[in-house]
């Protein structure tokens, strides 16, 4: 075990992709599309790649490309490449898709519903599965669901501002979640008269705060 889920902020990262091949090219997508700087190295990579901003390089002269990495990722079908890149890797966070125990980065399967991200990983046992609970997450989760976390968003903005107690802006968005009126709001996909409607509470909030 002691696999811990986390998230990395990928904006800028200089990725290094070992291998063009299907795993590689889902990583490589994956990443540019957080905003990271990608290599790939191996035969060749697809135009769109390169378009989305991808850089190929072959693996002649691996060994400044690994040192110009934040993180490597090993996808390749050579054994020989693969074990070599890992071994100079160092303290680098490495992940490998050919032997993942045998790295400290694990890239789950993951996804988004709007602004919800979930990542399922199954300690490796099985990818098969991982793909199957994904289709179980996502059809559990409705239109009513998103709806209550812009709600709670939008709330949680401004009583970032007016509201200086974390206990007291805890309670008003609990005591938001079970309100009434917002259930119907967002039953009835009224999202802009369920904004109007707490900055009526909030009003009054702050009317009874002052009073």
Do not use: C
Not at 81 to 99: C, H, M, P, Q
Not at 101 to 109: A, Q, Y
């Amino acid at each position: 075990m002691g696999w811990s889920s986390l998230f990395l902020q990928m904006n800028d990262k200089k990725i290094l992709i070992v291998g063009t091949g299907e795993v590689g090219k889902r990583r490589a997508e994956r990443f540019l599309k957080e905003g990271a700087k990608v290599i790939l190295v191996g035969n060749k990579i697809s135009k769109g790649l390169i378009e989305k901003g991808a850089i190929f390089k072959t693996s002649e002269n691996i060994i400044p490309l690994v040192h110009w990495a934040d993180i490597v990722v090993i996808a390749s079908d050579n054994d020989k490449l693969n074990s070599y890149v890992s071994s100079i890797s160092g303290e680098k966070l490495l992940n490998r898709a050919d032997f993942p125990e045998k790295g400290n980065l694990i890239v789950p399967t993951s996804f988004y519903i709007e602004d919800v991200q979930i990542s399922i990983f199954t300690n490796g046992k099985s990818p098969l599965m991982a793909r199957h609970l994904r289709k179980k997450i996502q059809s559990s989760i409705t239109n009513e669901d998103i709806l209550h976390i812009k709600l709670q968003d939008y709330a949680r903005s401004i009583l970032k501002k007016n509201m200086s107690h974390q206990k007291n802006r805890k309670k008003f968005l609990y005591d938001l979640f079970e309100d009434d009126k917002i259930k119907d709001f967002i039953a009835n996909n009224q999202l802009n008269e369920a904004k109007k409607y707490i900055d009526y509470l909030l009003s009054n909030n702050e009317k009874e705060k002052n009073s």
